[in-house]
């Protein structure tokens, strides 16, 4: 080798050395990968089956990671995202930015371009916490972007009155719903007490169960402020009916669904069928010991749902009037 070369491999390597590295574009933690893929596959199944319309909505989603934010199926991405490329596993073009909300945020709201989307922290960061519960609530705030895209739901919301001078949508968490009322919680933990009998009531004593219920329901009703009254029943039309939804989708999955190999083969994957028995063991056993003073706005939940598998039993195919009589479940019950 001459020395004309010499310099040329010895000059080469000196511009490697003193070059930066060129940076890399973030990824999808493959975790996560596994986790939102099979929270597409389950949904792409059973959604179309549990409500009508369901498989017609984007599963819009936003994961929120330490550093980065990323974008999923979301078929308008704002101007502040970066295009990363498509995800053959995620059957999505994936999109990014740098991080801008809270890593253990769970919520469904119009975050992107006016759609509403899923932003959701990693499981770690989550109350989820479980990788297969994950999944399961990601089919939670999914129902939610069916009930924020009918056609009048915004409105809706608003003719409740119940905003004030809030426009940010944070009136939903923090209403000041009488929850330190001695009378209103002890009415509200015997109203759950007895829904949770009604049912469990046995068929030949189920419409006894259920016509005392709605006297006491009733009761319950009018103990309420009107604003109160209407704030309870859309906290149970929204937050119980996705809870209940949750409930249905995880029981539908255990019995039909195989998950794949990627997903069990998670660290921390439980099977489908116990986490349906855990959920509904919740619900139950909420109903039996809720107080409304330490649950606040929590409570909300089971007792939507199970008010829901209520209707269930007493008024089959109530599903079809769910979106056209508006926050109000009590009204698609029907007394015996």
Do not use: C
């Not at 890399?24 to 099979?38: G, K, L």
């Not at 190999?261 to 660290?267: I, N, V």
């Not at 919740?282 to 010991?289: D, V, W």
């Amino acid at each position: 080798m001459n020395v004309a070369s010499i310099t040329v491999l010895i000059a080469g390597a000196i511009s490697l050395w003193s070059s930066p590295p060129a940076l890399q574009p973030p990824r999808i933690p493959e975790p996560d990968r596994i986790r939102i893929a099979e929270a597409f596959r389950v949904a792409d199944q059973f959604r179309g089956r549990l409500w009508k319309d369901w498989d017609a909505i984007p599963f819009a989603l936003l994961l929120v990671t330490p550093e980065t934010e990323f974008l999923v199926r979301h078929p308008r991405p704002s101007n502040d995202f970066r295009f990363l490329g498509y995800d053959s596993l995620l059957r999505s073009d994936i999109y990014y930015r740098e991080r801008v909300n809270q890593t253990n945020l769970l919520a469904t709201f119009p975050a992107v371009s006016g759609l509403p989307t899923i932003v959701v922290g990693q499981a770690e960061n989550t109350q989820a916490r479980r990788s297969t519960r994950w999944v399961i609530t990601l089919l939670h705030e999914h129902f939610h972007q069916l009930q924020q895209s009918q056609r009048d739901y915004y409105t809706s919301v608003g003719e409740l009155g119940l905003s004030g001078e809030d426009q940010s949508g944070m009136w939903m968490l923090n209403y000041p719903f009488p929850y330190d009322s001695t009378e209103v919680s002890l009415q509200f933990q015997l109203l759950s007490k007895r829904l949770r009998e009604t049912l469990l009531a046995p068929n030949p004593e189920f419409i006894v169960h259920l016509n005392r219920y709605i006297e006491i329901r009733k009761v319950f009703n009018r103990m309420l402020q009107q604003s109160d009254y209407r704030y309870f029943s859309f906290q149970l039309w929204q937050e119980g009916i996705a809870r209940y939804t949750e409930l249905k989708a995880v029981q539908m999955i255990a019995e039909e669904y195989e998950p794949t190999k990627a997903f069990r083969g998670l660290e921390d994957y439980r099977p489908f069928k116990d986490e349906f028995r855990g959920i509904r063991f919740e619900i139950l056993s909420q109903l039996r010991a809720m107080r409304l003073k330490e649950t606040r706005r929590s409570a909300f939940y089971p007792f939507g749902a199970a008010e829901a598998l209520l209707l269930d039993r007493a008024s089959p195919g109530w599903q079809e009037h769910y979106f056209t009589r508006r926050f109000y479940l009590e009204f698609l019950l029907k007394k015996e």
